[in-house]
């Protein structure tokens, strides 16, 4: 299913941002070219452990962190990036349970600093698990400058898949947002072998 983000900008001297969603070289272990089916000009991560595997755009740099939830971090130019963590829940999430499930992952969502959630999150279905789709604007301290995240939050029983995408600064996401779909589009579990 292709999600599209589109951008309504306007005026941004004036500090003015709509948007609306609509449904909507260095070579680390598990990273490989992307099979035939797979995006082209994009580069495959399989964690075989956290069970999934996702393509992200070559020339992107993987990023180490020393967060063993953090299981992909790769950037463009350190502004702009993609990220993947895998946590243990301790109850099952099945579709049903979505609209539970929204104060928990709103509550993640408005940890960051000056969110602003720029369209009602959206349940989605990727690789067959159900989640919910986040399109928010936040201010990055390190920069001081305005980005974007398009945050995913997908279930499959107690695993909770976290994709993070990030165009920084906001103007960056026009661009970014068809390469963010054809990522998320690649996300796979379980990890084919």
Known sequence: MRRTVVLFVGAFAAGLLVVVAAMAGERFVGDSPSADDGPTGFTEFRDEEAGFAISYPEGWQRVPT????????????????????????????????????????????????????????TQVRISGLPGISYL??????????????????????????????????????????????????????????
Do not use: K
């Not at 999430?93 to 600093?113: K, M």
């Not at 995408?165 to 960056?172: F, K």
């Open 66 to 121: 020393g967060d063993p939830q953090v299981r992909l971090l790769v950037t463009r130019d350190r502004l702009s990036s993609i990220l993947v963590r895998v946590a243990e829940l301790d109850v099952e999430v099945t579709a049903e349970d979505l609209p539970a499930i929204r104060s928990f992952t709103d509550g993640i969502v408005q940890q960051g600093q000056d969110v602003e959630v720029r369209a009602d999150p």
């Open 136 to 193: 928010y604007t936040f201010q990055d301290s390190a920069t001081d400058q305005e980005g974007v995240h398009l945050h995913y939050f997908l279930f499959d029983d107690a695993t909770m898949y976290t994709m993070v995408m990030q165009a920084l600064p906001t103007e960056a996401f026009a661009e970014l947002a068809p390469t963010f779909d054809a990522v998320a589009d690649s996300f796979e579990v379980p990890a084919p072998s």
